[in-house]
């Protein structure tokens, strides 16, 4: 879509709260099932979908997840990038707690998800063409239980 008051510059509009279809597609290839998409937004991703705010298969916020332990094969989370410090290894330690050992994490955000139950298996980052934020995707294997 193009603004006409734009001048020279052309603007590429997506809905809020979602990733651009190549991203989707990426992630897509590392999802094992039964998968659970934390901070899921818009996206289709995930066999299940839990947000706080949006229309989600299940209304749930991070900390509390309405799961039972070692449920998920894969738990993919795209956490707000502004989390507070002090909250993040809580969202860790929930993501871990649902997480099956020998399950997946895929984890979106620019700081890394540090647990003594996670081993880093891959990680990728997209170079993007302008000055804003590097998306970087971890990929991490449950090795020890909850």
Same mark, same amino acid.
């Given at each position: ?16 709260? *979602? ?9 897509? +290839?590392?999802?094992? *099932?039964?998968? +659970? ?22 209304? !749930?916020? !991070?900390?509390? +997840? ?10 993919? !989370? ?26 997946? +994490? ?8 540090? *647990? ?27 090795? *020890?239980?909850?």
């Amino acid at each position: 879509m193009t603004n006409p008051k734009a001048g020279r510059w052309r603007y590429r509009f997506r809905r809020a709260w *979602s990733w651009p279809k190549p991203v989707e597609e990426f992630i897509s +290839l590392f999802l094992i *099932s039964p998968s +659970l998409h934390i901070f899921c937004g818009e996206s289709g991703l995930g066999d299940v979908r839990v947000d706080l705010h949006l229309d989600a298969d299940v209304k !749930a916020d !991070a900390f509390h +997840l309405p799961f039972r332990g070692e449920c998920f094969r894969t738990v993919l !989370a795209d956490p707000p990038w502004h989390l507070a410090y002090h909250l993040r290894p809580r969202i860790i330690r929930e993501c871990v707690r649902v997480l099956k050992i020998g399950g997946r +994490l895929i984890w979106n955000a620019p700081w890394w998800p540090n *647990s003594r139950k996670l081993k880093v298996k891959e990680v990728w980052y997209a170079k993007p063409n302008t000055y804003r934020n590097c998306p970087i995707i971890l990929v991490a294997e449950k090795v *020890s239980a909850s």
